[in-house]
Structure formats: C-alpha cells, structure tokens
C-alpha cells in the first residue's frame, strides 16, 4: 500500500514538472538554471509536505471508510476529493486554492486506487501461478 502511495503523489509532480518546463522553457543561462532549480526544490517540496499530510489526515481515514463500508466503490473515491475540496473551500475561503489542491487529491486518489488495485491484481496472478505448479 505504501509504493501505491508513493505511486499517487509522484505521478501528478511529474505532470506539473514536465508543465513547468513548457511553460518557463528551458533555462539558457545559470541565473535562469538556479532559477528554476530553486522554483523546483521549493514547489516539490511543498507539494510533497502537503500531499503526505492530506492523506495522513484525509486520505488513508477516507480510504478505510470506503473500503470497510462502502466496498471499495470508485465513485466514493470522487465523492470524498469532492468532500475535502468543499471543505478547503470553506476553511479557505478561496475557491481557486481549494479546486487546485481538490484536482490534485482526485488525481492522487483516482491513482491510488489505480496501483492498489494493480497490486492486488499481480498478488493474485502470482498465487495463482504458484498453486498450477504444484
């Protein structure tokens, strides 16, 4: 569960990543170079911070009440990124931050499902496989 985890919230850095490049272009100097080094260490950090904080405190509470009451449904994944983005909105009062920061638990969420699922898939193709040989 923990690489699903890690899995969720390296993806989406990446996209923005990868958009950071398209937007700033590549530097052409070392001022520009430090620049954006430096645009990268403090955003990614940041957003790593913020990201494991949001599932201790959201995430894996949300992800045991789904799976335990409500069999695991994609849909109430999207319902609680729903519920956290509602309730940033409120405790923000910006909604702007409050879907930049929904966006990015739905993608994290909707990820985590994704490998977690993935996991289990290949677990059980192995036991599977292990079971045919003997």
């Known amino acids: 569960m923990s ?3 890690l899995r969720s919230i390296l993806a989406p850095a990446l996209l923005i990543f990868f958009y950071v490049i398209y937007e700033m272009g590549i530097p ?4 520009s170079l430090l620049g954006f080094l430096m645009f990268l260490v403090l955003f990614f950090g940041m957003y790593f911070v913020f ?3 949001g599932w201790f405190l959201f995430g ?3 992800h045991w009440f789904i ?3 409500c069999n695991g449904s994609l ?3 999207i319902f609680a990124a729903a519920i956290f983005t509602l309730a940033l909105s409120c405790l923000l009062g910006v909604i702007q931050a409050a879907l930049i920061y929904g966006v990015f638990a739905l993608c994290q969420a909707l990820l985590f499902k994704y490998f977690l699922y993935k996991q289990k898939h290949n677990k ?3 036991a599977r ?3 045919s040989d003997n």
């Open 129 to 131: 496989k292990l079971a």
């Open 3 to 5: 690489s699903a985890v």
């Open 75 to 77: 849909i109430f994944y």
């Open 51 to 53: 990201s494991i904080f």
């Open 28 to 31: 052409r100097d070392l001022d």
């Open 67 to 69: 799976t335990r009451y």
């Open 124 to 126: 059980s193709l192995e």
């Open 60 to 62: 894996f509470p949300a």
